[in-house]
């Protein structure tokens, strides 16, 4: 099959991967905002589309059998033009994510918000030292309420903009550690605020923030568009697409 890996994760990097190991033909597309991304197997392309419709012409110029979306989870408006591409185009498009930090067990005693906003107005309330963990696109949203607060500010790539004072910005990458998260958290960090970005890469800040009795401010996923086929699993999205193959090569011609 001729498959199409939306990505910019390191999932998106795996499933491409593995894609190309079973024999389809794949091409990865990433949005372009990393620096030195790491690459995955198959062919490369960088760059938007042109919203849904750009996309609904690469796919049939490209002979495009199948899209795997393997985007972020918080990257919403590209999960909701590859569903409509898709369905113009008559393919398939399966959604492959991360399992949400939602499901763990101390998931309810996080307070949860629907947006940035939300989440800077509810750290407001509680004071001491603030770890934000929210990405680079993100981060400077809470300098108007959070400017003369104490805040590590972690990130791939330090946000373009006045960074306010107060702030410490950790330029890094994950995955992270127990003991990385330690050395954050345990510097006196009252609140960490982040994204239900879930599974394991970036995870351990959770266990370490349970562990200090800091408060976590998590925000919401934005809902999945559409009835799509969901995956968690690249082991099961890679039993999905070879049980649909074996269909259609069963089919009668
Ligand atoms: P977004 O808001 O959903 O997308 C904005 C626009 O960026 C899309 O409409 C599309 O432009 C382009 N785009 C996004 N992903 C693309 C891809 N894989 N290939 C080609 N174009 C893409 O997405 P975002 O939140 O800005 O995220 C951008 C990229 O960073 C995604 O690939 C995502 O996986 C990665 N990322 C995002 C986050 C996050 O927290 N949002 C975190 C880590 C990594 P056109 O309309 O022109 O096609």
Not at 57 to 73: G, S
Not at 222 to 240: A, H, R, S, Y
């Amino acid at each position: 099959m001729r498959i199409l890996v939306l990505g910019g994760t390191s999932q998106g990097r795996r499933v491409a991967d593995a894609l190309v190991e079973a024999g389809h033909q794949v091409v990865s597309s990433l949005a372009g905002r990393t620096k030195n991304a790491m690459l995955p197997a198959g062919e490369i392309r960088i760059g938007g589309f042109g919203g849904a419709e750009g996309l609904y012409e690469y796919l049939i110029a490209h002979r495009i059998d199948l899209i795997v979306n393997a985007t972020h989870p918080f990257a919403a408006q590209m999960a909701i033009n590859a569903l409509a591409a898709s369905r113009k185009a008559g393919i398939g498009c399966l959604r492959l994510t991360r399992t949400s930090w939602a499901t763990r067990a101390d998931a309810n005693a996080w307070i949860w918000v629907d947006s940035h906003d939300q989440a800077s107005e509810q750290a407001t309330a509680i004071p001491g030292r603030i770890f934000l963990t929210v990405g680079r696109q993100h981060s400077l949203d809470y300098a108007p309420l959070l400017g003369d607060r104490d805040v590590i500010c972690r990130v791939a790539l330090k946000p373009a903009g006045t960074i306010p004072p107060r702030w410490i910005v950790v330029e890094a990458r994950g995955p992270f550690h127990a003991d990385d998260e330690e050395a954050i958290i345990g510097s006196g960090v009252r609140v960490l605020i982040t994204k239900d970005s879930g599974g394991t890469d970036t995870c351990a800040k959770l266990d370490v923030a349970a562990r200090h009795a800091a408060t976590v401010i998590m925000i919401r996923r934005p809902p999945i568009p559409g009835n799509q086929q969901v995956f968690t699993k690249i082991d099961t999205l890679m039993e999905w697409i070879s049980a649909r193959q074996t269909q259609a090569s069963n089919r009668p011609s």
